[in-house]
């Protein structure tokens, strides 16, 4: 049973216009939502979060939005650059430190 | 230092081999996690270390033995592997093992079993 869900494999976007990434999970006990962003050959990195408190949290370029009525986790990139191409991952976490990953969104952005 | 450092970056091991994933970090992080990553599948929790004790196992067999020898160094002892045990093995700390707190990863060691 998947609890965190990235439906859409990937996405192509053009340099300057906004990355719309999406997560849908079915857990009620998560309580931190985080991204993750994979270039090939790396391990991922942390990108941004957000507490369940919250439903807003932006970084720069990088937003992120959590709609805890519908589960649903999205990151918003604006204006998105070809160096942002990489595969990006939704985690969600509960007490203990258990990350539950979605299965990645491979970004392109094309100059 | 932000880095988590992972060696070797590939293994190649026939099923009989013992082998070790070994990982290291110097930010003074207090939890440190071995995941694992299949092809085009997201990263899987297998162990968290909290305060060089182990804290969470989820269920991994008993060929996969992870020793935390002290607070910056996490291994991963390997033995009478199976091939579908290859994969991408990521090491991860965090300042503590909490809610929130964000994990640095390592590179990965891509193992491979003949």
């Known amino acids: 049973d998947q609890q965190v869900k990235q439906n859409s494999p990937s996405l192509s976007v053009q340099e300057g216009r906004i990355s719309i990434l999406n997560c849908d999970y079915t857990n009620s006990m998560f309580d931190y939502f985080l991204w993750y962003k994979k270039y090939p050959a790396e391990g991922p990195t942390f990108l941004i979060s957000?507490?369940?408190?919250?439903d807003k949290n932006e970084d720069g370029r990088f937003t992120v939005f959590l709609n805890k009525s519908a589960k649903h986790l999205s990151l918003h990139i604006v204006p998105s650059q070809p160096g942002d191409s990489a595969v990006y991952f939704c985690?969600?976490?509960?007490?203990?430190?258990?990350?539950?990953f979605g299965e990645g969104t491979q970004l392109t952005v094309n100059p | 230092d932000t880095e988590v450092t992972q060696t070797p970056k590939h293994l190649v091991m026939g099923m009989t081999n013992k082998k070790s994933l070994k990982c290291e970090q110097h930010?003074?992080?207090?939890?440190m996690y071995w995941y694992k990553q299949k092809a085009k599948k997201p990263p899987e929790l297998m162990f968290v270390?909290?305060?060089?004790?182990?804290?969470i196992n989820e269920s991994v067999p008993s060929r996969f033995s992870p020793e935390c020898p002290n607070s910056s160094l996490l291994n991963l002892h390997l033995h009478a592997l199976q091939p579908e045990d290859s994969a991408l093995y990521l090491c991860?700390?965090?300042?503590?093992?909490?809610?929130?707190?964000?994990?640095?990863f390592g590179e990965g060691s891509r193992l491979t079993v003949l």
């Open positions: 957000i507490s369940s408190i919250k």
């Open positions: 930010m003074g992080h207090r939890a």
């Open positions: 985690a969600m976490e509960t007490s203990g430190s258990r990350l539950t």
């Open positions: 270390y909290s305060y060089e004790k182990l804290s």
């Open positions: 991860a700390s965090s300042h503590m093992a909490s809610v929130g707190g964000e994990l640095f």
